[in-house]
């Protein structure tokens, strides 16, 4: 069966890259060349897909905005299919553009398919968590690997979290490190290489899970075993070495015609992010940089959802195309209800600030919105623009009436936007209530000024339509007046 990497490499356009295409504002043929150049990933597998009212495509990469994933699954300490399905929810309706299950404990199987068979978003797993459910990492074989990962693909999973890149001569590097290895998958693997004097089985078994992988059109996420866990061990030739691997598998994946992420640092002092960004990007031909932050200080606990949003707007801005949350709970616990949505919010202002910041055509289109909103003191569009209505709506109803012109930190006669508002209608010829508190903080001079010059200039755009008449005009007045005064537009 074809991916949309062999089919944008053979000039075809298939109806995902059209559907990516109308989200993003973009043409299709500009999507297929950036699918076709490995720069542009669209998580569809096939069998996804396949379920009528299920998958909506949508793509990764540089030329399109930034999207965001969040993570959910059930543990061995709380396990409830329910609940994944409410954090899926919750995930998806306050911006998660991907989630993946990440559950170690309860019916993996079912809560997975229940997953994916609700979710209109891209469904991601680390397939080696289920791999050991029931056994030790040490007895994992090569054909438990295959069958799991065959497995999952054939359930709908779009994309896989593989640690191929962690090489066995790269573990006495992470003895060096003050907080050692700290991912899951990193570690199991570390542990089946040591005990066996082996290489990492899915570096081993690379072509064969990419046979698995093209068959369902399933996505590489190159995971980052070596990821630094604290800002002492960012940077470091453990995580470089394994970079040079991941660009490595790249290729291969290109290779055999699969699409592929890959997965960066966890930690990572601010001022080191942007070389990290672009060491990647070189080093990976640019492929989609997925990355978990990067936390930039480790000393606020509790709210390493703020510590990593404020390394995820950097990274976004100088490389990364997808953001991995983190929530309240970093360090701490299993993520609830509460926590995703935390983290979802705090990741999609990441994201959104980012993509200003980058001027993507149309990206600054909704600040300038709800910025008009705020100015007209319309409360309801003001709330129905904000990226979490809910909350926005709360806040400001918790002190202030509902239909009020003014908010609870200023109060009435305070408020500097309604007082602003109020001299803009005024000058202009509208009837205004309040304006007495308005013009009551106003000096002299500037009283006489907006007596002097109530009403639009003659000349401007509003009062006289066509150009050489209101020159005409600007011309006569000009003559009668300083031309300070005149406000032509």
């Not at 990933?41 to 540089?62: C, F, T, W, Y």
């Not at 896989?160 to 050692?180: D, I, K, N, S, W």
């Not at 991995?324 to 949505?341: Q, S």
């Not at 918790?398 to 000058?427: E, L, N, Y």
Request: hydrophobic share 40%; net charge negative.
């Amino acid at each position: 069966m074809t991916t949309q990497y062999q089919a944008a490499c053979r000039g075809e356009i298939t109806p995902e890259m059209a559907r990516v295409a109308e989200r993003e504002g973009s043409s299709p043929e500009a999507i297929r060349a950036e699918v076709a150049e490995g720069r542009l990933v669209i998580p569809a597998n096939k069998r996804h897909l396949g379920q009528e009212g299920s998958l909506d495509p949508m793509g990764i990469g540089r030329a399109i905005t930034t999207k965001i994933n969040a993570n959910i699954g059930a543990s061995p300490v709380r396990s409830s299919i329910d609940e994944e399905l409410a954090k899926l929810d919750w995930a998806v309706q306050f911006g998660a553009d991907t989630v993946m299950d990440l559950s170690t404990g309860g019916r993996l199987d079912e809560t997975r398919e229940r997953l994916i068979s609700h979710s209109t978003v891209p469904i991601g797993t680390v397939p080696i968590y289920e791999m050991i459910v029931g056994r030790r990492i040490e007895d994992l074989t090569h054909k438990e690997i295959l069958a799991c990962i065959e497995k999952q693909a054939e359930q709908g999973v779009d994309f896989f979290t593989l640690h191929a890149g962690v090489l066995r001569e790269h573990l006495p590097l992470a003895a060096r490190r003050l907080a050692g290895m700290v991912s899951r998958g990193g570690t199991l693997l570390a542990r089946w290489m040591t005990y066996h004097s082996r290489q990492n089985p899915m570096y081993e078994l690379f072509d064969e899970i990419s046979a698995i992988m093209r068959e369902y059109d399933v996505a590489y996420s190159l995971g980052d075993g070596m990821r630094p866990g604290c800002l002492a061990d960012a940077s470091d030739e453990a995580q470089f070495a394994e970079l040079r691997t991941l660009a490595e598998l790249v290729f291969r994946a290109r290779a055999a015609g699969v699409q592929v992420i890959v997965e960066g640092p966890g930690h990572v002092p601010f001022d080191k992010i942007e070389h990290n960004m672009k060491l990647q990007a070189e080093l990976c031909d640019g492929a989609p940089f997925y990355v978990l932050g990067p936390i930039v200080t480790d000393v606020a606990p509790g709210y390493d959802h703020i510590t990593s949003a404020i390394g995820a707007t950097a990274a976004a801005y100088h490389g990364a195309s997808f953001l991995c949350y983190v929530t309240p709970k970093e360090h701490l616990g299993l993520p609830r209800l509460e926590d995703v949505r935390a983290g979802v919010v705090a990741y999609k202002i990441a994201a959104h600030a980012a993509d200003v910041a980058r001027d993507l055509p149309g990206a600054r289109q909704w600040d300038d919105e709800i910025s008009r909103a705020r100015a007209a003191l319309d409360w309801s569009k003001h709330f129905a623009l904000a990226m979490d209505p809910e909350m926005a709506r709360e806040l400001h109803d918790a002190d202030t009436p509902k239909d009020a012109d003014f908010c609870a930190m200023c109060g009435h006669a305070w408020c500097a936007v309604r007082m602003s508002k109020a001299m803009k209608d005024w000058k202009a010829g509208k009837e205004t209530d309040g304006l007495e508190d308005a013009l009551a903080r106003l000096s002299p001079p500037e009283l006489e000024f907006l007596h002097r010059r109530r009403g639009l200039a003659p000349c401007h755009s509003a009062v006289t339509a066509d150009a050489e008449e209101a020159r005409a005009v600007q011309k006569a007045v000009t003559a009668l007046q300083s031309p300070d005064d005149c406000e032509c537009g």
